[in-house]
C-alpha cells in the first residue's frame, strides 16, 4: 500500500506541477485559456492573478515532493498536511469558482490522502 500512496502522491504532485505552468506561463496562450474559458484580453487583464495561483500550486507540488523524499515521520506528517490543502483548495475552488475543480484537484486530493492515511 505504500508504493501506491507514494505514486498517487507523486501523481498529485505532478498534476500541481502542470497547473503551476498552465497558470504562470501559459494563462495567455491556447491552453491556458481553454482552462480558463477567457477571451484574449480578460486572459491578458488575469494573468497577473494566475500567476499567482500558480506560484501557490508549486508551492502544493513542492510541499509533496518534500513529503515523498522526506524520512518518516516527517515525510507522512508533510503528505498529510499538503494533502489536505490540496483538499481544502479543491473543495473551495470547486464550491466558488468552477465546479471542475472539485474532479480535477479535490478528487485526486482525497484519494492520495486516503491512500496515505491507509498506509501510514
Known amino acids: 500500500m505504500q508504493t501506491t500512496a507514494n505514486v498517487l502522491v507523486g501523481l498529485v ?4 506541477g502542470y497547473i503551476l505552468v498552465l497558470e504562470m506561463f501559459l494563462w495567455q496562450r491556447r491552453p491556458g485559456r481553454e482552462l480558463s474559458g477567457f ?4 486572459a491578458r487583464l488575469t494573468a497577473p492573478l ?17 513529503g515523498l ?4 515521520p516527517t515525510g507522512y506528517r508533510v503528505q498529510v498536511f499538503f494533502l489536505s490543502c490540496v483538499l481544502v483548495a479543491g473543495l ?4 466558488t469558482a468552477n465546479r471542475r475543480i472539485l474532479l480535477a484537484q479535490a478528487l485526486p486530493g482525497a484519494v492520495a490522502l486516503g491512500a496515505v492515511l491507509v498506509a501510514g
Request: hydrophobic share 55%; aromatic share 12%; no cysteine.
Open 50 to 66: 494566475a500567476a499567482n495561483q500558480g506560484l501557490y500550486n508549486g508551492f502544493l507540488a513542492a510541499g509533496l515532493l518534500w
Open 92 to 95: 473551495y475552488g470547486g464550491a
Open 69 to 72: 523524499i522526506a524520512a518518516d
Open 13 to 16: 504532485a505532478a498534476l500541481h
Open 39 to 42: 477571451d484574449a484580453e480578460t
